[in-house]
Nanobody, 124 residues
Framework: QVQLVESGGGSVQAGGSLRLSCAASSSTISQRCMAWFRQAPGKEREGVAYIERRGGTAYIESGKDRFTISKDNAEKTLYLQMNSLKPEDAAMYYC??????????????????WGQGTQVTVSS
């Protein structure tokens, strides 16, 4: 079992930045794919970024060059640095983890553990 707790959300103006954090209860995040998803009202949950066990990363097309995912295995923490935020980035952001040794994907079904989310609001 892995418990995930997100923090760092808030309200910013367009063009601003936020850094989301996800604290994990287990040091086994080094053996898991870790990801950030988001869900806006009335929309499906979508993958924003993921980081593979060995550090490879992938991003939603709209987040490339603006978002950076990283993790600190020693601190058991996942991060998402978001710059140049746009109103369309507003959503509830969720941290997710796979079972150990599973490959990454942007499919929600790949992830077994989810945090409760942190809200991001972007005003124009």
């Amino acid at each position: 079992q892995v418990q995930l707790v997100e923090s760092g959300g808030g309200s910013v103006q367009a063009g601003g930045s936020l850094r989301l954090s996800c604290a994990a209860s287990s040091s086994t995040i080094s053996q898991r794919c870790m990801a950030w998803f988001r869900q806006a009202p009335g929309k499906e949950r979508e993958g924003v970024a993921y980081i593979e066990r060995r550090g490879g990363t992938a991003y939603i097309e709209s987040g490339k060059d603006r978002f950076t995912i990283s993790k600190d295995n020693a601190e058991k923490t996942l991060y998402l640095q978001m710059n140049s935020l746009k109103p369309e980035d507003a959503a509830m952001y969720y941290c997710a983890a796979t079972q150990q040794l599973r490959d990454c994907s942007f499919q929600t079904s790949r992830y077994s553990y989810w945090g409760q989310g942190t809200q991001v609001t972007v005003s124009s």
